[in-house]
């Protein structure tokens, strides 16, 4: 069965960090359509006075932060003595888990274009053990189909793996499409399923999808993504939805207020990082 939009987000401007200029797509309001992507921020600027503040040294705790550069740069270290750039096209992957402080900074560069999503940990993996991986270029398959190209960030396609979470599934797809091209993806019926046009706008069944949009799917089993403009990049998320409850406060995502609570006395009480400490 073809499946449709259900819901169609636009993006806000706002500022986060040290003054970062972003537009946030999904975040509190979007929680329960969007499960289990709680956040997408997206970055296009070729101005780099809306960015070089960055996200100075900050706590997480309970999510997954998934960021792509598919142009410019972002430098990230953390708690755990991780240091370390990537560059057009890479991902950084951070598994926040029990708790870790992290700084993602962004230098001058032609222009940042990308996306960082929150995906929420399941309950029981919520205090599990934090973790940083980068997928760089040579790590990202590139499959190639008439009219474009997908970008393998992670999960899989058709028999093509890429980098996989230890936690929640997610197929995470970069997909370029060139004028008049037309791409079916196939997936599971009840799969939770999203996508991003990050460039330019296309046809997602059937329905106009303007630039910088986030749409959440129907159930169905198959997707038609066309392009009758200029070139589009479009990006395609699938996971699984998890159906608990999210207390959201910050940068700490948890299940029940209580939770909520002891992250920040932790903080207060300097016991939130639960590993060693390297930074």
């Known amino acids: 069965m073809e499946r449709t939009i259900k819901t169609k987000v636009k993006g806000f401007r706002t500022h986060d960090g040290a003054g970062v200029s972003l537009v946030r797509v999904l975040g509190h309001e979007t929680i329960e359509e969007f499960d289990p992507i709680l956040m997408l921020d997206s970055f296009d600027s070729k101005n780099p006075n809306d960015y070089i503040a960055g ?32 560059t057009d096209g890479e991902v950084q992957w951070m598994n926040s888990g029990s708790g870790i402080m992290h700084e993602e900074m962004l230098p001058e560069s032609d222009r940042l274009l990308g996306v960082q999503l929150w995906l929420n940990l399941p309950a029981k993996d919520k205090m599990s ?43 995470y797809y970069d997909i370029h499409l060139n004028t008049d091209a037309e791409l079916t993806l196939t997936m599971e019926q009840d799969d939770s399923v999203m996508l991003f046009t990050l460039l330019g706008e296309v046809y997602i069944g059937g329905k106009l999808v303007e630039e910088k949009t986030a749409v959440k799917l ?8 066309k392009n009758e403009g200029k070139d589009a990049q479009v990006l395609y998320m699938r996971s699984r939805a998890l159906h608990e409850p999210v207390v959201w406060a910050g940068p700490i995502v ?19 990082i639960r590993e060693k400490v390297a930074y």
Not at 60 to 85: F, W
Not at 141 to 170: N, T, V
Not at 218 to 225: A, D, L, Q, R, W
């Open 55 to 86: 996200f100075p040294l900050h706590p997480h705790r309970g999510i997954e932060t998934i960021s792509y550069v598919s142009q410019g740069k972002m430098v990230h270290k953390d708690s755990l003595g991780n240091a370390e750039g990537v």
């Open 129 to 171: 053990k934090p973790s940083y991986h980068s997928i760089k270029k040579n790590e990202i398959k590139e499959i190639p189909f008439e009219g474009g190209k997908i970008r393998l960030l992670a999960g899989c396609y058709q028999d093509h793996q890429g980098f996989k979470g230890e936690f929640l599934p997610l197929d």
């Open 254 to 272: 948890m299940n029940t207020e209580k939770e909520i609570q002891q992250a920040y006395t932790d903080l207060k009480n300097h016991s939130f």
């Open 218 to 225: 129907t159930s169905g089993t198959s997707i038609t993504i």
